[in-house]
């Protein structure tokens, strides 16, 4: 089946540096990426879908020069969280739709095992 | 905007029990709406797809309904067994995202 993977799967860091979060689509191509952040008993929230060879389109309230998105190719998108700080601390998920899927809204979507970060 | 609402938010039953899990949604104008099942620590596993036009998927023990007028969709988990613990998470699906509700966290004691 389809897999996602996120690596690494946990990162602690210390406040004022930067991280990056890696999402590959293993066995398919993804033209779409999507980065979610849930915090502790809360929902998923999208943060920013990406794009390969375009720029990502961030949500309302998401700083995009805070958290940079790059997808290189169509396998592999990053998520660079930039001058983190403690606030930042959450987990963070992202999925990939298939090139080949459905058009009519997210009929595939497949989830990577999600991003642990915490920011001292 | 899209709200997805989960109720319950917590649910502990005890093992073989039938359970209903709940959820509304605002906006009816859906594409599809998912189920999926979040372990401790972990990404999310889907359980259930629903398209816009159907009633109702079935997975084994897992049967979920969507009402989209009604703006509801209930899933259903027959013989529940201690590995069903986890959240459970109801995402509704729009042209080119998916809302999340805050998930239902179930306990199946043996």
């Known amino acids: 089946g389809a897999v996602v993977s996120q690596h690494p799967s946990w990162v602690i860091c210390k406040s004022g540096t930067s991280v990056k979060i890696e999402c590959r689509s293993l066995?398919?191509?993804?033209?779409?990426m999507f980065w979610y952040r849930q915090f502790p008993k809360q929902s998923l929230m999208l943060m920013a879908t990406?794009?390969?060879?375009?720029?990502?389109?961030?949500e309302q309230g998401v700083e995009k020069d805070k958290f940079l998105i790059n997808h290189a190719s169509l396998t592999l998108s990053t998520l660079t969280v930039t001058s983190a700080h403690p606030e930042d601390s959450s987990f963070y998920i992202c999925?990939?739709?298939?090139?080949?899927?459905?058009?009519?809204?997210?009929?595939?979507?497949?989830f990577g095992p999600g991003t642990r970060l915490l920011v001292l | 905007k899209q709200e997805v609402t989960q109720i319950p938010a917590a649910l502990s039953v005890p093992e073989g029990e039938n359970l209903v899990l709940n959820c509304s949604f605002t906006d009816s104008a859906i594409y599809n709406l998912q189920w999926f099942r979040q372990d401790p620590g972990k990404g999310l596993t889907s359980l259930l797809l629903i398209q816009s036009s159907q009633r109702e998927q079935t997975s084994g023990r897992l049967n979920a309904s969507l009402d989209k007028s009604s703006g509801r969709s209930t899933l259903y988990i027959a013989a529940s067994q201690p590995g069903d613990s986890a959240t459970y998470l109801c995402a509704v699906g729009g042209y080119s995202t998916l809302t999340f509700g805050k998930g239902t966290m179930l306990l199946v004691s043996p």
């Open positions: 990406s794009n390969e060879g375009s720029k990502a389109t961030y």
């Open positions: 066995d398919f191509q993804a033209t779409t």
């Open positions: 999925s990939a739709r298939p090139t080949s899927g459905g058009v009519r809204g997210l009929e595939t979507q497949y």
